[in-house]
């Protein structure tokens, strides 16, 4: 009977253990609400440097100057009177400010942005969500297109106009938000490439950005704070293997073992990406290399469809390396069908092989068309 006690405080405080919420994980943003500073903001920013001069972490990638707001920030009377200083941080004494729509109204600076180095490199294949919380400027009219666009290197342009790029995080629609309040934002992605930096703001021009509401500016100007990026489960590990092991043959072929397309399609998905980022890596760290890709499929459907969808997805391999960097002329495509198999078609593990992505290292007087 004496043990009945502690078998009843063992099972409370197992219950009391898987009762509580699950630990998120690490967010990936230093300096998430702003709070750190480098230097106390005084004064009203006019360049993309005061901005990166005073947030710890964060830094503007153009010299258009998005704003730091907190107690002690004096705002010039005539932007005062506009609105702008008025809000509050969401959490802590201190937010951040940009413009992301009004260039073709001629307002300077109608595009700004922040841009932060993550605490570590996204992981190929991983999905991610990124939440942020937004106010916005009273007066100013509601925009869409607020983006997050995650890169391998940093951004530092001249100039303090728009930024074309692609980014993978997007809130198309006009964000309204009530006076005075603050919206919380939040949407997954699975990173595609080993990113190291997040870009916040509007890389659409006006024409493709959606506005609405009534307003006296002809302008959107909207408050950022509290930004997250986190893994989601199932977490992947880091793959540091190599595709081309020592020593390095030409006109061999090597597999791309991780190469998934939906069913009868030549989309890659997202369980693609770490194989095909090992290939981004050697490419780029053998800048004279020439590669060529060779799609193939099973025997199983017919012969000229086949050879088709082989060269769709080989093709498709081949955009997703010019899209990161590599140049057009180092990289060819082509597709074999059925025509090729490595393994008999008769039972489902050999077909599953025959489907494969293969590429060989290659001289000019051997490419294949």
């Known amino acids: 009977m004496r043990r009945q006690p502690i078998l009843i405080c063992i099972l409370c405080i197992a219950h009391w253990l898987f009762s509580q919420p699950a630990t998120p994980y690490l967010n990936l943003i230093p300096n998430p609400s702003f709070e750190e500073l480098t230097a106390i903001p005084q004064e009203w920013f006019y360049t993309g440097a005061h901005f990166t ?3 710890n972490h964060w830094n503007s990638p153009t010299s258009a100057s998005p704003d730091l707001y907190g107690p002690r920030l004096n705002v010039p009377r005539h932007w005062r009177e506009k609105g702008f200083g008025k809000m509050y941080a969401k959490d802590g004494s201190y937010c951040a400010g940009i413009t992301m729509y009004g260039c073709d109204n001629g307002k300077p600076h109608c595009r700004e942005y922040i841009q932060v180095l993550l605490d570590e490199p996204l992981v190929p294949g991983q999905l991610y969500e990124m939440t942020l919380w937004v106010a916005h400027l009273d007066g100013s009219l509601w925009a869409g297109n607020l983006g997050g666009y995650f890169s391998e290197d940093k951004i530092s342009e001249i100039g303090a106009s728009l930024l074309e790029k692609d980014p993978q995080v997007l809130w198309k629609d006009a964000i309204v ?11 997954t992605f699975s990173a595609e490439v080993d990113a190291r930096y997040l870009t916040i703001g509007n890389f659409f021009p006006d024409d493709r950005t959606t506005t609405s509401g009534e307003s006296f500016l002809n302008y959107a100007y909207y408050y950022l704070d509290d930004v997250s990026v986190h893994k989601i489960d199932p977490i992947l590990t880091r793959d540091t293997s190599t595709l081309v092991p020592d020593p390095v043959e030409t006109n061999r072929f090597y597999a791309l073992n991780n190469i ?5 399609e030549s989309t890659l998905l997202p369980a693609s990406y770490h194989e095909l980022n090992k290939l981004l890596k050697v490419m780029r760290e053998h800048p004279d290399w020439l590669i060529q890709i060779h799609g193939h499929t099973d025997i199983f459907g017919d012969a000229v469809y086949n050879q088709h969808l082989s060269v769709q997805r080989a093709r498709a391999v081949v955009n997703y390396l010019i899209k990161y960097g590599i140049e ?4 060819t495509y082509v597709g074999h069908g059925s025509q090729q198999p490595i393994a008999s078609n008769a039972k489902e593990a050999g077909r599953q092989m025959n489907r494969r992505v293969e590429f060989k290292i290659i001289v000019p007087s051997t490419v294949e068309y």
């Open 53 to 55: 001069q005073c947030s």
């Open 260 to 264: 998934y397309f939906d069913y009868d």
């Open 177 to 187: 938000v009530k006076e005075g309040s603050w919206l919380r934002l939040q949407k």
């Open 328 to 331: 057009p002329r180092r990289v």
